[in-house]
């Protein structure tokens, strides 16, 4: 945290339980150009058409006129230009891309606000916080699960979580903490903007537009309040067993020890969330049993890109244990083969450089404890997709597998799975 974040985080401190009423002075010129010169220089230009470059031409003039429209109210939210970024399979997710000056205001409420709120966040919440991660929130579920016999999981699915937020109840929530009229003003704003779409504008009543910077730290605070605060303060204390609520961003899981426990929460769990204009999808959301035998129901469940299962550690002890998504895996190796396929034409040495990196990239968020098997599955695919999209490169196939081999393991070395993230310290329990 810079100097003015923990100034702001020791105040938020003192008056814990009111809300602030004058944290937009901490926003100054010093700071919007600090958050100007911390966006993507290559990020995509909003509705004015401006990349980050055009505007730093400007800035020297443009950021002190921004300060005073931010703090006298004159300042306009710009239309966010809307695109949809592929999914694979499962289709295409809307994206809002706002303009550069925008990004610098949001990017300044941002670090306001969120040493306010980093006061006020639970534990196991995960996502959209500096110094959390996804394997985080994977570690710390397996430590819950399996050293409390945690057996009974709610796998909840939000339906369009992010695009259901209601804007009145957020402004209560909002409420509790923050109350600066020049902040909530420009955030109000915000939720208003419009968003433009095949040149067709539209006003949202309801959602945060994903790919605001401002958004995340928006949408954390809602879930904090409706399902956070509620089942931590409200709801365990209530229950007969154990249990435990692990959530990064809109993704979430409950464990319990007591089968009753479960079907209790699961009871009033949709209801929870319809209070607050939120809808839990009914096919997605279930209670799995992961001591269930084989052929009687689910033994296991998605989370973070990993599924998440029972097995035995080498005491003998029932664990947490996890492999790569079967749909992360296929959706992995299905961009891989488009890229080899569409790259076979460059330079050899082009082709390996860049696919260690991909490799990397892959290994660095996969490659976590017991997940070994699956990082090898994927190489293997790797090594034989790209055996067989050189042999296509035009000609007589040039790569028998021996000359292959070589090239992959001496030549030109295809990068071998690694475990970058083992929470393992010594030997397994």
């Known amino acids: 945290m810079s100097t003015v974040e923990l100034e702001i985080a020791a105040r938020a401190r003192k008056h814990k339980n009111t809300a602030l009423t004058n944290v937009s002075q901490f926003i100054d010129e010093n700071m919007l150009t600090d958050c100007f010169h911390s966006l993507n220089k290559n990020s995509s230009p909003g509705v004015d058409g401006k990349c980050w470059y055009h505007y730093n031409l400007e800035s020297e003039t443009r950021i002190p006129a921004l300060l005073t429209e931010f703090k006298t109210g004159k300042y306009r939210a710009p239309s966010i230009r809307r695109v949809y970024i592929d999914k694979g399979k499962s289709g295409k997710r809307p994206l809002g891309i706002p303009t550069i000056e925008d990004k610098i205001l949001q990017e300044s409420v941002r670090r306001t606000l969120n040493p306010i709120y980093e006061e006020e966040f639970k534990a196991f919440s995960f996502g959209f916080r500096n110094g959390y991660s996804a394997h985080q929130a994977v570690e710390y579920m397996f430590r819950e699960v399996s050293f409390n016999g945690l057996h009974y999981i709610i796998d909840a699915d939000i339906k369009n979580y992010f695009g259901s937020i209601n804007h009145a109840q957020l402004r209560e ?46 949408s954390n605070i809602y879930l904090h309040y409706v399902l956070d605060e509620w089942f931590s303060e409200q709801i365990q204390p209530l229950l007969k067993g154990k249990s435990t609520i692990v959530r990064y961003a809109d993704d979430f899981v409950l464990g319990f020890d007591n089968a009753s426990d479960a079907d209790r929460v699961m009871n009033v769990l949709q209801k929870r969330f319809e209070k607050f204009n939120l809808e839990l999808h009914p096919d997605k959301t279930k209670i799995i049993n992961l001591k269930s035998k084989r052929g009687e129901g689910e033994r296991g469940f998605d989370f973070l890109g990993f599924t998440h299962f029972l097995s035995e550690s080498r005491n003998g002890k029932m664990i947490l244990k996890r492999k790569t998504a079967s749909k992360k895996l296929n959706l992995s190796l299905v961009k891989m083969q488009d890229w080899i396929k569409s790259n076979r034409h460059r330079k050899l040495d082009e082709i390996i450089n860049e696919l260690n990196l991909k490799l990397r990239g892959y290994y660095n968020y996969y490659g976590i404890t017991f997940n070994s098997r699956s990082l090898h599955a994927y190489y293997h695919h790797v090594r034989r997709m790209l055996h067989k999209w050189l042999n296509r490169r035009g000609g007589r196939p040039a790569w028998n597998w021996e000359r292959y081999n070589r090239l992959i393991t001496e030549w030109r070395p295809l990068l071998k799975p690694k475990i970058y993230h083992s929470f393992l310290k010594a030997k397994p329990i």
Request: charged fraction near 25%; aromatic fraction near 6%.
């Open 173 to 218: 929530f909002l409420d509790l903490r923050v109350k600066d009229g020049v902040i909530r003003r420009t955030l109000n704003k915000w939720l208003k903007a419009g968003i433009l779409e095949d040149e067709q504008l539209q006003y949202p009543t309801e959602g945060t537009p994903q790919g605001g910077i401002v958004s995340p730290l928006l």
